[in-house]
């Protein structure tokens, strides 16, 4: 582990300059960038800006403080401190704003995200975790307000894991759990209650985290009194400061412009959290914001004269500037000359990296350009194809779709040529269309040999006697397997730990491995998805349970806009392989009814969805993802746990595969297609409708995301010819998407010679009471009367009409 700088001691006065001036060097830079940035989106450049002017100096001395191996979670004002750790360049500022897609010159998130969302790489190309402890890292930005709170926490807790649970490999991931998670976050953003329950749990857990808040006073045109209750952010959380009574937090106050001070602050808050485990927080204010929020407009409109004044009097690099001439380290004119060059510096790196950006569309323009002059050489529409063609080139700065655009339109416009020219125009189109889109579409889910899709089915093996127990026993053992092979697995949510979970699937697990391992936590379902990805995002394998399905509500901002999208906004160079473990189906009551998968499905593309329909598939799926490296969310069947299954001999080794469906009763006269819970109704309306002479074909899903990927259920219509979907989600939700698939993705319409019929709940969620599952999702009587009317309209006189 490197040292911190000691700018006080054991350091002469002109080394001292040296580092002073270098910082004022990064400071000017980042400025500068911010300033250029702000009019490149003003000239139709770049689509938005959101810069760090204004916070220069105290993220300088953040990156003082900031040793390889630990983690930043912060926002979208960071420039100054990854340029400060030598992760962000001139040329990769701008690469970030014009949204390149060349991952080598915009290594952030190439092009998938706006400027100033900030990332290292924690994978190599082909999905291989890099060493960590060697590197700075920085957890892939989001721009939901406060998004990045819950993360913070596990990449914290990570370290508290490392350092005290034995026999995980950490080789790659810590040194003994000395690595610090810091966060960023504006003043105004401490409003959402995703950073109240992010503070409130670090000081529960005691983890190793640093929470910079950058005070500047507004949230875009909105003041701190109306934000913040007395308009002071660290006055209110007085009460989490760690007394001789009990934990907390240690709370640090600074002023954003004193250079001196800020570092010593820093290096205090960095002393604290890595050797003694306590969260710290850093209040850091009189900032600046000298361009206001964002390119969106101006800050003029909402700060008045005083205020505007103000803020040129305690701009931070002016104060910086002013203190270095005061204190003989440099003088005003060296500070100018610096400057000037610095400019230039800005302006230099911003074209080239406008050339670059502009280079692949210039090629593409031009091997469009001469296919189009040989198409028109012989074609009756050769003067419309000129014109269409020096219209693109009179372009000075095309886009992708400008070229692409062109060359489609022409095509559509001499469908009825049969050239050879046309062919080379049509290949140039799939060829071209391929390979851009890749560029925007890669990496939604994993791309490595590790994807959990490739991960082979082992059957569960039972024995000729084996033993009927109830499904929480399968999931029970099953788990302890887990345990006990993987030291880096651990498991935690509400009621987890001491009592093993509502259903007893963890009964005894805490005391044999430990409260770390399988621990309880407080009613806080966004972060303890945040306890989940952080960790994943550094090694571990975490499994988050969210108690029932319908309080995943409550994180799913956070698995939709974090977890799901993190393998794809960093074209594969994060992950977190984060399993969500919950439960729900055919309950009652408004908010027990546990089925909003058609939202769910909707919202979470990015991670696997799966919904077993017993025990023994369930703990299938968790053998399965943990051999593999994505995150997913698997849906127990909340009425499983005390119905009976056979005990399979091969405990923790058999697997159920993903995007797998499993015929579960063959059939000759329809298709029904169902999961989870309601699949066991299915199966017992199969068994009555045989009773008059209707032979259905019973296909379990298994897996909603991704969605059979051999396209078994096709196979099954183009023989039955007929199919139905039957799920307990409202009309339009969950079986709109799987009509959706077996229909336009599978193209099975070809094969059917009925309407494909879905059969759902009732437009509500259940009431409460023993009737409310009957009266609102599809029971076997409804079932087998929606299976029934399909039949009799295909033979009246075989199927009379039944009611």
């Not at 005003?332 to 692949?360: C, H, M, Q, Y």
């Not at 039972?462 to 887990?482: C, E, Q, S």
Request: some cysteine.
């Amino acid at each position: 582990m490197q040292p911190l700088p000691d700018l006080k001691n054991n350091m002469s006065f002109e080394d001292f300059k040296t580092e002073v001036l270098n910082d004022y060097k990064i400071a000017v830079t980042s400025r500068e960038c911010s300033l250029l940035g702000r009019r490149e989106v003003l000239t139709g450049k770049a689509k938005f800006g959101i810069f760090g002017d204004g916070k220069e100096v105290p993220q300088l001395a953040m990156a003082k403080a900031f040793l390889k191996g630990d983690f930043r979670s912060g926002y979208y004002r960071d420039q100054t401190f990854m340029m400060a750790l030598g992760e962000l360049t001139i040329e990769q500022f701008f690469a970030g704003l014009y949204a390149d897609t060349d991952l080598t010159k915009e290594p952030m998130s190439a092009g998938r995200q706006m400027g100033g969302h900030f990332t290292t790489h924690s994978l190599d190309e082909n999905g291989n975790w890099k060493d960590l402890t060697k590197q700075y890292n920085s957890s892939s930005d989001i721009s939901p307000t406060a998004g990045q709170m819950p993360r913070l926490l596990g990449l914290a807790q990570a370290s508290k894991i490392f350092r005290n649970v034995q026999g995980i490999d950490t080789t790659n991931f810590s040194i003994n759990g000395n690595e610090v998670a810091w966060g960023t976050i504006g003043n105004a953003s401490t409003s959402e209650g995703l950073f109240f329950e992010t503070i409130n749990a670090a000081g529960v857990l005691q983890v190793p985290m640093i929470i910079s808040v950058w005070d500047d006073e507004y949230g875009i045109s909105v003041h701190a009194r109306h934000q913040t209750s007395k308009e002071n952010i660290s006055e209110i959380l007085k009460g989490f400061q760690r007394d001789s009574n009990g934990n907390g937090y240690e709370i640090l106050r600074v002023k954003g412009w004193d250079y001196a001070n800020l570092i010593e602050t820093y290096q205090e808050a960095a002393s604290i959290a890595r050797e003694e485990h306590v969260p710290v927080l850093i209040h850091v204010t009189e900032l600046t914001q000298p361009q206001g929020h964002s390119t969106s407009g101006s800050h003029e409109r909402y700060k008045n004269k005083n205020r505007l004044n103000w803020e040129l009097d305690h701009d931070c690099n002016l104060k910086m500037r002013s203190w270095m001439i005061e204190t003989g380290i440099a003088s005003n004119e060296a500070l100018s000359e610096i400057e000037r060059t610095i400019k230039r510096e800005v302006r230099d790196g911003k074209k080239r990296a406008w050339d670059a950006f502009l280079a692949p569309i210039l090629k593409d323009r031009i091997e469009l350009a001469a296919i189009l002059t040989r198409l028109a050489t012989n074609c009756p529409n050769s003067e419309s194809i000129l014109k269409a063609k020096n219209s693109l080139l009179a372009l000075e700065e095309p886009t992708r779709k400008d070229v692409l655009s062109t060359a489609r339109r022409i095509l559509h416009h001499n469908i009825s040529d049969n050239s050879i020219e046309k062919q080379n125009l049509i290949n140039w189109i799939n060829k071209n269309s391929k390979e851009v889109q890749e560029k925007f579409s890669s990496h939604l889910y994993s791309e490595s040999d590790k994807s959990a899709v490739k991960i082979n089915e082992v059957k569960p093996i039972y024995d000729v006697d084996a033993t009927l127990v109830d499904g929480r026993i399968i999931i029970r053992d099953n788990f302890d397997y887990i345990f006990n092979n993987y030291p880096e697995a651990l498991i935690f949510g509400e009621d987890t730990g001491y009592i093993g979970d509502v259903n007893q699937g963890l009964e005894g697990l805490q005391e044999k491995y430990g409260d770390l391992r399988v621990s309880d936590t407080g009613i806080r379902e966004a972060t303890i998805i945040g306890q989940g990805i952080g960790m994943a995002m550094r090694g571990l394998r975490p499994i988050a349970e969210i108690q029932y399905l319908d309080y995943l509500m409550y994180a799913l901002q956070i698995i939709s806009d974090d977890l799901a999208t993190l393998h794809y906004r960093t074209k594969g160079r994060q992950k977190a392989p984060l399993i969500i473990r919950t439960r729900g189906h055919r309950l009652e009551g408004i908010w027990h009814s546990g089925s909003q998968l058609g939202g769910i499905l909707n919202l979470v593309r990015g991670i696997h969805v799966l919904v077993p329909r017993n025990m023994a598939k369930a703990a299938g799926f968790y053998n399965t993802l943990l051999k593999g490296d994505e995150p997913a969310l698997v849906i127990e069947c909340l009425n499983g746990y005390r119905l009976k299954e056979k005990m399979p001999s091969n405990i923790g080794e058999f697997k159920t595969p993903i995007g797998v469906v499993e015929t579960v009763k063959q059939g000759t006269d329809i298709t029904l297609v169902s999961y989870g819970s309601t699949l066991r109704i299915v199966e017992q309306a199969a068994k009555e409708l045989q009773l008059v002479d209707i032979d259905a074909e019973v296909i379990d899903i298994q897996s909603l995301l991704p969605f059979d990927i051999n396209h078994d259920i096709a196979k099954s219509i183009a023989k039955t010819n007929r199919v139905m979907v039957i799920d307990e989600d409202v009309p339009g939700g969950a079986s709109a998407y799987i009509l959706n698939e077996i229909l336009n993705t599978q193209n099975a319409y070809e094969f059917l010679d009925s309407q494909p019929k879905t059969l759902t709940a009732k437009a509500h969620r259940p009431a409460y009471g023993t009737d409310g599952d009957y009266f609102s999702k599809p029971s076997v009587e409804d079932v087998f009367e929606a299976v029934y009317s399909v039949m009799h309209e295909l033979s009246p006189n075989d199927f009379p009409k039944l009611r």
